[in-house]
């Protein structure tokens, strides 16, 4: 049996398949944005999948990184990082909010599409990929 130890890279090995659906994500929702509602919206959407990706993969090195050190490290760097981003994101939206930017719906609409898709590709990946490799 391969345990983590004698795989030290299988913390991050989904990691490149999701950046990926993730460029191909951001470029569609420019060009659906372009289309719907100009540069603004094409800006707009293409940024919202950039903020889900630059949360998620902050997340995913950071957790990697502790559960290499000290796996009981993950849950207060998890649950730290979690409220950290969530309380940058709530400050990020309301400022852009206020600045009454017609980007904002584009951008929400993107945040929403890039967590979709990265979860089911991440989904995708554990159940096909990851679960499906040869053990021992």
Request: some cysteine; charged content about 10%; glycine content about 10%.
């Amino acid at each position: 049996m391969v345990t983590p130890d004698a795989d030290r890279r299988w913390r991050l090995r989904h990691l490149p398949v999701l950046l990926a659906a993730s460029v191909a994500l951001a470029a569609v929702a420019a060009v659906v944005g372009g289309v719907v509602g100009g540069a603004t919206a094409a800006l707009g959407a293409a940024a919202g999948v950039g903020i889900t990706v630059l949360s998620y993969t902050l997340t995913t090195v950071v957790l990697a990184w502790a559960d290499q050190i000290n796996p009981q490290l993950v849950l207060p760097l998890g649950l730290g990082l979690y409220a950290l981003k969530f309380t940058l994101l709530g400050v990020v939206l309301v400022a852009v909010a206020s600045t009454d930017w017609p980007g904002l719906v584009p951008l929400c609409l993107g945040i929403v599409a890039g967590v979709a898709v990265w979860t089911a590709v991440h989904l995708w990946w554990l159940t096909r990929v990851y679960a499906r490799r040869p053990r021992g």
